[in-house]
Structures are given as C-alpha cells and as structure tokens.
Antibody
C-alpha cells in the first residue's frame, strides 16, 4: 500500500525557516513526479513546487527564491525547504504524487501539515 | 485570482444531476493540457476523482464523469447523494507558466 506521511505542523515567526518532510512508503520516489500544494485557511488549493522524475524542479512565482523542493532516495523522502517565511505563507501544505495514473494528476496525497507564520 | 475559473458554489437535490465548470484559456486547457478533478471534504486531503479529462481512478463511482471542450472542462455528478457534499477543484497546466500546474478556485457543492 502506498502512503505519503508528512511531518507535523509548526508555528514559526515571520522571516524564519522550516523544512517539511513527506515520507513515502510502498513505492520508490526515484522516478516519480511529486509536488507540494498548499491551502490557506478557508481558501482553495495552490500549487507550490514540483520535482520531476529526472530531477529538475520548479516553484510558483509566489515562493520563488524562498522555497526549495528536494528528495532523498535513500530514505524515500520528499522535502520542502522554506525560508524567509511570510504571514501569507500560512497554510496547510500537502505533498502529492503521481503514482499509478498515466496522466500528470496527483493520485496520492499526504495528510497535510499546518504551517503557521505569526509573531 | 485563480488561473482556472470555477463557480464558487453549486447545489442540487438528491438524485439530481449537477455540473461544475472549469474555464481556462488558450494557454492552459485550450492548449491541449489535460484536466483533472479532485474532491475534498473539510479537514481532509484532496482525492483524485477524474484524470485526463474523463478517466476515473479505480474505486470512483461512475456517477462521476468529466469532459473537456475547447478552453473549458466540466465535472458531472449524477444521482446526487448527501455524501457528495464537498469542495471540488479542477487542475491543469499552463504553457504560459512554463507548463506548470494550476488549480481552479474550487466549487462547494451543497446537496439540498
């Protein structure tokens, strides 16, 4: 059974840094298309960052230069390094992956981690 | 302001058929990018409902269907049930944004 298990939520001050993790079990992440998607309180889904199977990665304009996606094959984990955090980065962050479907859709999601940026 | 436009809310009575639209442009849906749909209940992670415009993942009832035409896509739900009450999001990609992912703003379905 494929599972994506995320680290817990946290509160951080504006300007601070944080690393989110997403441990994947049941399948190797080495050739998987994976992303981070966030959802601000009471708002819709917003795509944040992607890493392709070949290793290239991209970020949304709203986080470009501040967030960085990476993966560790040895422990089958996806990461999101977040720096220079702003109040508007407050959201539930989900890791998401294409595992079984043949299109660029996210068929597996983590349980989400609430990141609160507040002084 | 989301790149893909969805109605904020739709409603229907049990047993009825409803549709949720997802309007894009020539740089995303109209450029040939697939559209995917997710269902999300409060406090839970999104669940893939439809992928590649009209395909259902294993386990999704055939009451749910998707279609795409031109710069728009639609999600249809027939035989509406009380537990279909949730938020629904469309997802595609945008050539004007380096082919990166975009979501619709979401639609809240209320079953009357």
């Amino acid at each position: 059974e494929v599972q994506l298990v995320q680290s817990g939520g946290v509160m951080v001050q504006p300007g601070g840094s944080l690393r989110l993790s997403c441990v994947v079990s049941g399948v190797s992440i080495s050739n998987k298309y994976m992303s981070w998607v966030r959802q601000a309180p009471g708002k819709g889904l917003e795509w944040v960052s992607v890493i392709y199977s070949a290793g290239s990665s991209y970020n949304a304009d709203s986080v470009q230069g501040r967030f960085s996606i990476s993966r560790d094959h040895s422990n089958n984990t996806l990461y999101l390094q977040m720096t220079s955090l702003r109040v508007e980065d407050t959201a539930v962050y989900y890791c998401a992956s294409r595992i079984s479907v043949t299109a660029m859709a996210f068929d597996y999601w983590g349980q989400g981690a609430l990141v609160t940026v507040s002084s | 302001q989301s790149v893909l436009t969805q109605p904020p809310s739709v409603s229907g009575a049990p047993g009825q058929r409803i549709t949720i639209s997802c309007s894009g442009t020539s740089s995303n849906i109209g450029a040939g990018h697939d559209v995917h749909w997710y269902q999300q209940f409060p406090g839970t992670s999104p669940k893939l409902l439809i992928y590649a415009n009209n395909k259902r993942p294993s386990g999704v009832p055939d009451r749910f269907s998707g279609s795409k035409s031109g710069t728009s896509a639609s999600l249809a739900i027939t035989g509406l049930q009380a537990d279909d009450e949730a938020d629904y999001y469309c997802h595609s990609y945008d050539s004007g944004l380096s082919g990166l992912a975009v979501f619709g703003g979401g639609t809240t379905l209320t079953v009357l």
